[in-house]
């Protein structure tokens, strides 16, 4: 019997940014530049001294509508993964789950976007709920290209749900 492998970390190093500095930031700047447009909005002209039109507010209401739920939908629902021989070990920065590797159904990744989620799709559910996304270590000059990631977990499953054979072509 080897000894098992500790874990190694599968997502990126951003994670924690994209997922709460930078959503907290972004909505947090807009929301109060929203507030200040509805509250006062004699404080804001343009740059000729003009007052801005009153439409404008309702403008800034809608982008920072659409960045609340953006940031909810692309950057919020990130998880950190790391990952050995048997395990995918998740964690939203508050807790952290181990998964069996043979829970694992289907790993896909978006290569529409610079950083290729990665989603991982669970026979069951877990406490994260039937499947998770994250965001790979990035890559330079590699956009268009399948995320090295996105094979290893697939192997690492098929691998934990594939029996071994010994030298005598018996099961164990």
Known sequence: ?????????????????????LPVVWVGLFSTATLSLFMSP???D????????????????VFTLFGIASAWWFNALFKRVRMDDRSLYISNYFKEVVVPLANVAE??????????????????????GSRITFMPKFRWFDFWS?????????????????PRRNGAGDRT
Do not use: C
């Not at 790993?107 to 994260?128: G, K, L, M, Y």
């Open 1 to 21: 019997m080897t000894p098992e492998a500790e874990p190694h970390t599968l997502s990126s190093a951003q994670t924690l940014y994209m997922k709460l500095v």
């Open 42 to 44: 004699e404080s804001w």
């Open 46 to 61: 343009d740059a000729s001294g003009e007052p801005f039109p009153s439409w404008m507010k309702w403008l800034f209401l």
């Open 107 to 128: 790993v896909t990744e978006n290569r529409w976007t610079n950083i290729h989620p990665v989603t991982v799709r669970f026979h069951s559910d877990t406490p994260f």
């Open 146 to 162: 399948s995320h090295p990631v996105v094979e290893e977990i697939r192997a690492a499953a098929r691998r934990v749900r594939t």
